[in-house]
């Protein structure tokens, strides 16, 4: 149960985005590789307050992700029915939601380890980037999903840990709520629970 915790505490790290940064096919694997090894040495820094640690992590990761991406999948067919305005406000609640949750299990970590080990084409606008948290006892296998956002950009859109997608989880957490309550009750619910 403890390195589920640690688990998720580190695939939480590559959750945030911008969009400001191009990532390229050939490079998926090196940047990916870098930016990992900088997350891990910052968690391992002893002299810095969490919210220190927080802030440079943010930083760094900001570039990877595409949030709004993950946010119409996690909402599913529901996605569809909202204005650009209501987007706009679910997507900046699922994102506070998901950095809270990274923030709550940050003293979690004690020096896991991840380990890069194959990127695969599954189709020309789909990638898979396969790699193992590893701890004293354990090895995770965890899956980053790329899709093509433009002709020199490759961004994430899901994570798979153990075979569970982060994304399929929340849309089944989202789609049982929203078959009771509407979806301003789902926005007060979110915006509670980033509190």
């Known amino acids: 149960m ?3 915790k640690v688990l998720f ?12 940064f191009a990532l390229e096919e050939s490079k998926i694997k090196e940047i990916m590789q870098a930016k990992i090894d900088t997350v891990i040495g910052i968690l391992q820094e002893k002299t810095q307050t969490k919210l220190e640690k927080t802030k ?3 930083f760094i990761m900001d570039e990877v992700f595409d949030y709004k991406v993950m946010s119409q999948i996690a909402l599913g067919s529901d996605w569809k029915n909202l204005s650009n305005k209501q987007k706009e406000e679910f997507t900046k609640l699922f994102e506070l939601k998901l950095k809270n949750s990274y923030i709550d299990k ?3 970590y004690t020096n ?3 380990e890069i080990d194959d990127l695969q084409k599954l189709n020309p606008k789909r990638i898979k980037l396969l790699t193992y948290l590893i701890g004293k006892d354990d090895k995770y296998e965890i899956e980053y999903k790329f899709f093509k956002a433009t002709e020199t950009n490759w961004l994430i859109y899901d994570v798979n840990i153990i075979g569970v997608s982060i ?3 929340y849309r089944q957490e989202f789609s049982g709520y929203l078959k009771n309550n509407s979806f301003k009750d789902l926005l007060v619910s979110l915006s ?3 509190k």
Do not use: R
Request: aromatic share 14%; hydrophobic share 50%; charged share 15%.
């Open 106 to 108: 940050l003293d979690l």
């Open 167 to 169: 994304m399929q989880t």
């Open 56 to 58: 440079k992590i943010f």
């Open 192 to 194: 509670g629970s980033n």
């Open 112 to 114: 896991q380890k991840i």
């Open 9 to 20: 505490l580190l695939i939480s790290l590559f959750v945030f985005s911008n969009n400001m």
């Open 2 to 4: 403890y390195m589920k």
